[in-house]
């Protein structure tokens, strides 16, 4: 069974930095993209960055210049650095991966992890 495994969440203080972690779990064929997505309580989920397999990134507006999103080289696995944080980055991060296919299904299939929570506040 395929997991996104995620780890980095946790409290930091307005203009600190966190960095959360997302590993693929399984042996996988290919993926097409990684992203990561935020739920605030009461609001719908986002995206916040996304990389694709040939390395093309992608931000949400209110991230841009602040979060870096990066895939690490020795695994299958993403990375989220986050700087200069915000009350309103306050919320839980899901990690995703698009367009899996498995060395024994070759169909695309999408997973998310279960979700770490980021708290910004003084």
């Known amino acids: 069974q395929l997991q996104l495994v995620e780890s980095g969440g946790g409290m930091v203080q307005p203009g600190g930095s966190l960095r959360l972690s997302c590993v693929v779990s399984?042996?996988?064929?290919?993926?097409?993209?990684m992203a990561w997505y935020r739920q605030a309580p009461g609001n719908q989920r986002e995206l916040v960055a996304s990389i694709t397999s040939s390395g093309s990134t992608n931000y949400a507006d209110s991230v841009k210049g602040r979060f870096t999103i990066a895939r690490d080289k020795g695994r299958v696995a993403v990375n989220l650095q986050m700087n200069s944080l915000k009350p309103e980055d306050t919320a839980v991060y899901y990690c995703?991966?698009?367009?899996?296919?498995?060395?024994?299904?070759?169909?695309?299939?999408?997973?998310w992890g279960i979700g770490t929570l980021v708290t910004v506040s003084s």
């Open positions: 995703n991966a698009d367009g899996v296919r498995l060395v024994h299904d070759y169909s695309a299939k999408n997973y």
């Open positions: 399984g042996i996988i064929f290919s993926l097409d993209a």
